[in-house]
């Protein structure tokens, strides 16, 4: 029998911190799409759309897209625009009733004016229209801070597993497989979450968090096991549910799914200081790039301006710790400066210009960097790759490529984090043959650059992002767990 299942993406990660306002314009730059038509090019948040699309189809179901909005991470989203997104996403969705399901794409730590956890209020607007007993699924970032109205009204969640997330299309994948069984009537999806009690940065691709998910995910599939995802939470999101939880999805077992999201929550909790990265301070990271003398570049990851948790992407500590050492061969991308870029496209390639690069959203950037620079390269709307896997392009606008004594800098209108290698190569430079390359990205860039770099360092510079919780001004967040306690389970 032909089923109807309805989809569609609203999101972006908030920091509660930052200044600069998520609004409809942020939004158009960054993701904007109704009714499918990003067509074959679709954003990384709109993969598990076009996926659920082609299972569906595959089956002979029908399917009803409606909007695919997303925002790149900045402050809290404007009221009326969460508001407009929402209420558009519901009108589409009584068109289409009756449906058999709901697939919903959404980060999890969407923060709006006067909407402190965004997808526990959307979900409960799309449960009053379906009912009690339609399935509806959930992908979300694993960034993810979960509320008690998103248990309460999804059937499913599934969370990236990866970070960097390179396996977005993979999990809609396994959301579609857990749905697919609720929609046909073969299984009976049940949830349990587990508090962590804990903040922090888990890297999927180190030890022990590698073991971890891997451990996860063989355990899917087997005895009853539906699904199971690690909520990371999102630190830098200042409200009451901002925390990290171990879901747990059991076929028709509420006492299994509880047992097995507390025993790995408590597995997942007792690693919590070997899962931490090797964040070093700038000073630090500054003499090793002076005794560094490996053929490979030296990949330096300035993870407190990373756009993709709300920096600005404009601060100028590294760069002008650069400059300060004289360290020659070097490239950094990408600093947001849409007046630097015109500038640059004024004069030209090949020309030079004095120029005040950076250090414009306040003290969190640093002073401006007066500077003589020339423009090596120009570019127009350009589009990058989402790091290591492929599906999922961005665009990061006009750019440019300029050179300042010695250090090659990556200038663009769009923010975005360097995720790819191509917010070089498209510039004409290639990263692999630079003595240091900073990217100011948290995680995300490692699929990319990981294979070219000699080594890759963490470099907790200040910033938006610093890696410091104690230097938070938390007002609503429960500070009663680690670290600012030491073991909030006892």
């Not at 809290?76 to 068109?95: C, G, H, Q, S």
Request: charge should be negative; hydrophobic fraction near 40%.
């Amino acid at each position: 029998m032909s089923k109807k299942i309805f989809t569609a993406c609203l999101g972006t990660e908030t920091n509660t911190f930052a200044s600069i306002p998520t609004g409809l314009q942020l939004f158009e730059e960054t993701c904007l799409y109704r009714k499918g038509s990003y067509g074959k090019d679709f954003p990384m948040f709109g993969a598990p759309l076009a996926v659920w699309r082609q299972r569906s189809e595959a089956k002979g179901w029908t399917v009803v897209e409606s909007l695919c909005a997303f925002a790149m991470p900045a402050g809290k989203t404007v009221k009326k625009v969460y508001e407009a997104f929402r209420d558009e996403i519901v009108a589409d969705l009584k068109a289409a009733m009756p449906v058999d399901a709901v697939f919903l794409s959404c980060h999890g730590a969407m923060v709006a004016e006067g909407y402190d956890d965004c997808e526990s209020d959307l979900l409960a607007h799309v449960r009053k229209v379906v009912g009690p007993n339609v399935p509806v699924g959930v992908e979300l970032d694993l960034h993810c801070n979960i509320g008690e109205g998103t248990m309460r009204d999804a059937t499913a969640l599934v969370l990236f597993k990866e970070y960097p997330h390179v396996d977005v299309s993979e999990r809609a994948e396994d959301l579609f497989n857990v749905m697919e069984g609720a929609i046909e009537g073969r299984t009976r999806p049940v949830m349990a979450t587990f508090d962590c009690r804990m903040i922090g940065v888990f890297h999927t691709t180190r030890q022990p968090m590698r073991g971890f998910v891997d451990k996860l995910q063989a355990m899917e599939g087997k005895d009853g096991v539906l699904s199971l995802s690690v909520a990371h939470g999102f630190p830098w999101s200042d409200i009451k549910e901002m925390s990290s939880r171990i879901i747990a999805i059991t076929d028709g077992d509420k006492a299994k799914a509880e047992t097995l999201a507390k025993e790995l929550g408590l597995e997942f909790f007792g690693m919590r200081d070997k899962t931490q990265p090797p964040y070093v301070t700038l000073d630090v990271a500054m003499a090793r790039v002076s005794s560094h003398n490996l053929p490979k570049p030296m990949v330096l990851a300035d993870v407190s301006d990373n756009a993709g948790g709300g920096a600005a992407s404009d601060s100028t500590f590294i760069l002008q710790a650069l400059l300060d050492r004289k360290v020659k061969d070097a490239a950094i991308a990408m600093f947001w400066d849409p007046g630097a870029v015109k500038l640059a496209f004024e004069v030209g390639e090949g020309a030079e210009l004095d120029i005040r690069l950076g250090g414009k959203l306040g003290p969190q950037s640093g002073p401006p960097i007066d500077a003589r620079a020339k423009v090596l390269a120009l570019g127009r709307e350009i589009t990058v790759h989402f790091g290591g896997n492929r599906k999922g392009v961005g665009n990061i606008g006009d750019a440019a490529a300029l050179q300042i004594d010695g250090v090659t800098v990556i200038v663009n209108t769009k923010r975005s984090q360097c995720h790819s290698l191509e917010c070089f190569t498209k510039l004409g430079v290639d990263p692999s043959t630079k003595k240091v390359v900073v990217v100011k990205s948290m995680q995300h860039f490692h699929a990319a650059y990981a294979p070219i770099a000699s080594e890759v360092v963490y470099v907790a510079a200040p910033g938006a992002l610093m890696p410091d919780w104690s230097l938070l001004p938390y007002t609503k967040a429960d500070k009663t767990q680690w670290p600012f306690v030491a073991n909030p389970h006892q």
